[in-house]
């Protein structure tokens, strides 16, 4: 189809191209030959007048005219799939489809996992693809390389609707053979002690900094770990804590020597949420998983309080 004489097909290519940098992966991803990808980008060029794409050594960076586009070609393909074009009538017994998300390893072991055994009883050909929060998960929601994000809420972007899933507060975990008591330790006790600390490269800091930003920089952090999931591996053994989320040190702690105790210092709960593409508010599909997974957490939250 052609609009002001471009091929919107061509459209489709464009953004495959400024994404992957590279012709042999966007023809990968758009299932063309090669030949056929880079006579699809003389078209472009020609159209735009505009070289949009040019070789760097073994890389191709985009042109100050190729940016420019980016996120408009972006938008208008984010509008066609979630307003435009009509999904068959969903029924999650037989969708078969990829969710993709982004979420941290807390989420998924403090109550992702367990929600997806209830969505997969319903929508046993549902598949999911997690991938790990990065510098801004934002420009991933934007582009339409994630359906959802799952983040606290300080870092929600405005533009786009969320739902909260679950709120947390924090706790001090250490090996449970430690004889240390560490249940009555004040706070100067609690920044003397070895520390295993969370800290993200390239991403948003964690609670750590807000300790930090608090109580100032004397604490004795002897490990620094890029995983939460990776920090009951460094205190066991050890005379070591860590403060953690609480779910996660309940969640972890079923099969893993732990022992929880209060920490000493007053740190801000947690609110978990989900959030979607504005354009993606009909997606009935996607309107069904975020909806199984709040029920969940809600129906979870009731349970705890009963």
Known sequence: ??????????LVTLDRLLTERSISRAAEKLYLSQSATSSALARLREYFQDELLVRVGRTMVPTPRALELSQSVREVLLQIEGRVIKRPEFDPARESREIRMIASDYS??????AALIDIRAEAPKLRFVFSPQQLNPREDLERGEA??????????????????LFSDDYCVVSWDQNTCDYSTMNVGEFMHQNHVAVQFPNSKPT???WVIERYGSDRNVEVTVGSFAAVPYLLIGTDRISL???RLAVELGKTL????CEPPIDIPR???????????????CLAWVRNKLAAFFQDETASETD
């Open 257 to 260: 020597p732990l022992k929880i």
């Open 244 to 246: 953690m989320h609480r």
């Open 1 to 10: 189809m052609r609009f002001q004489k471009l091929d919107l097909n061509l």
């Open 207 to 209: 609670y750590e900094s």
């Open 270 to 284: 947690i609110d978990e949420f989900i959030q979607w593409h504005i354009y993606n508010d009909g997606d009935e």
């Open 108 to 113: 998924l072991i403090a109550g992702l996992a």
């Open 147 to 164: 359906d959802f994000l799952i983040i606290p809420e300080m870092y929600l972007s405005p533009l786009h609707p969320s739902q909260k």
